[in-house]
């Protein structure tokens, strides 16, 4: 049922365009390796231009496990068009996992 719904959920969110360009994560098509080779490219011309280039990381490891879902779920529906019956969904489905 999961797969289903983030089939859905995906296929909804490329169709509206709705994600920005440079995310690669979980989407098809793209992958880590796309940013790793933009990120050594912008250190070559940096390097070969004599500037200073600067990189961030953040890790996001359980970020998930901190969102306010309620907000989430008002952000998803109005900013994001997302249908209300995956909302109900995915709140049912994350109801009992804390």
């Known amino acids: 049922m ?13 169709k509206n365009n709705i ?3 440079e995310q690669a994560g979980l989407r098809r098509g793209r992958c880590i ?5 933009l990120i050594a490219q912008d250190i070559e ?6 500037r200073h280039t600067v990189a961030v990381w953040i890790d996001m490891e359980k970020a998930f496990d901190r969102v306010w879902r309620d907000r ?6 109005a900013r994001l068009y997302v249908q209300t019956c995956l909302i109900a ?10």
């Open 33 to 37: 390796e796309d940013h790793i080779t």
């Open 45 to 50: 011309n940096g390097f070969q231009e004599k």
């Open 89 to 98: 969904f995915r709140d049912t489905w994350l109801a009992n996992r804390m």
């Open 19 to 21: 994600l920005i360009e």
């Open 72 to 77: 989430l779920s008002l952000k998803l529906m």
């Open 2 to 14: 999961e797969r289903i719904v983030s089939t859905r959920m995906t296929w909804d969110l490329e």
